[in-house]
């Protein structure tokens, strides 16, 4: 057995962690192969139900279409359903996200070594086409939480805080600086990076920004308690803070107080919009995104029209919207035995209409880029006459190029909106 193919579900850290197993096992003479796979490997999400039915589903496609090749679960799903001692059919190895770390090495073990190791360094690239062959790498700084917000079963099924050494992290972007245009910072909780070695995300991006010539720095997500005025300052006066791309996704989840004290947040409503409007005025086009669950414990009307007020109100310009479902072991899934929980019909009914306004702001703020100039990064080969792009703020944009740009910087300029995209040329 010596090819594989991978698939990661959720967040930017179980992609960051694809990723680097692709590059483990590549490196131990695995091939990577999507069309007829030996092995398998599923890294899951179970930041709610809806993502471990698709984790399942995925699986049974998976052994419908090769059913000849063993199937490996790793993840928060995996996790999950060790501890609850289940057998899900169709998998072959389920490791938890203790052991995932080892997994290339217990691959090695189970399957044996490769009958051929790959040499050709155009085969051993080849998985890299989404991220590396553009110019970016998707790094993960640190696992783990410490905050057991009520509904979040995240920090029961990955553990306390564990960060990696700022220099293995400044070691890695330099081990591909001469074809990196973009590095993606994520983590499970960027404020937590730190906590368990006396450092911090700062310190950490104080250290890429010194130590790296990565023209681009970007984050997976940047969490709540990582905005404050420490920040503000370091995002406003570092000078050579113009590398970090002006987009921040920040998982806030409500925006209403009483729901945020619920779900034991630890911030309010009119302190976090005074926040946003900040990083807003620091520098023009900033693109801010969030995570929102909608139908959480005691959420009534009243409740939502607060969280959707918010929104409307604040520069956010786009969110993930989540309908609430009890996670078992977590605070919220021994509160639900005493607090109403919304009707289903509730939580779709308000899940539509925030899906109705973050359209109409996403839409609202890709207008405003139309007769502004940007540098952007091109990503996939040119197909026609246009190029995608992603912009200094992460909002892609198809630019017209009569050469292929694959994975360098230009300077464009958005004439128009079509169809829901930007479009535009080389300056």
Known sequence: MNKFSSFAFGCRVNQAEKEELDRQLIHLGYTYDGTAPDLYIINSCAVTNKAEREARQHINQTKHKFPNTKIIVTGCAASNWLKQGLQIPNVDIL?????????????????GPPQKLVQDSSTKDAYHDKYIDSGRLIIKIQDGCHRFCTFCIVPYLRGLPKSKAKQEIVDKINSYEDRLKEVIVTAINTEAYGKDSKDSFLALLEAVLEKTSVPRISFGSIHPWSINEEFFHFYKSHPKSDRIVNFFHIPLQSGCDK????????YKRQEFIERLHELDKIKPF??????????????NDK???????????SP????????????????????????????????????KA????????????????VG?????????????????????NQIPAMIHSSNDLKGEIHRISISEMSNESLVGKIN
Request: charged letters at 30%; zero cysteines; proline letters at 2%.
């Open 316 to 351: 956010i310009s786009k969110f993930h919207i989540f309908r609430f479902s009890q996670r078992q072991h977590t605070a919220a899934y021994y509160m639900a035995k005493r607090l109403k929980e919304p009707s289903p019909e509730d939580k779709i009914k308000r899940a």
């Open 259 to 266: 729901i945020l004290a619920l779900m034991k947040r630890d």
């Open 286 to 299: 900033t693109f801010i995104g969030t995570d929102i669950i909608v139908g959480f414990l005691e959420e």
């Open 354 to 369: 925030l899906a109705g306004l973050t359209k109409r702001k996403y839409a609202q703020f890709l207008q405003k880029h």
């Open 95 to 111: 490791v938890d996200n203790l052991n995932k770390e080892f997994l290339a090495s217990l691959i090695l073990k189970k399957s």
């Open 372 to 392: 502004h100039s940007f540098n952007a990064l091109f990503l996939e080969k040119r197909e026609g006459e246009y190029q995608r792009v992603v912009l200094d």
């Open 303 to 313: 409740d939502f029209e607060d969280t959707y007020n918010f929104l409307e109100q």
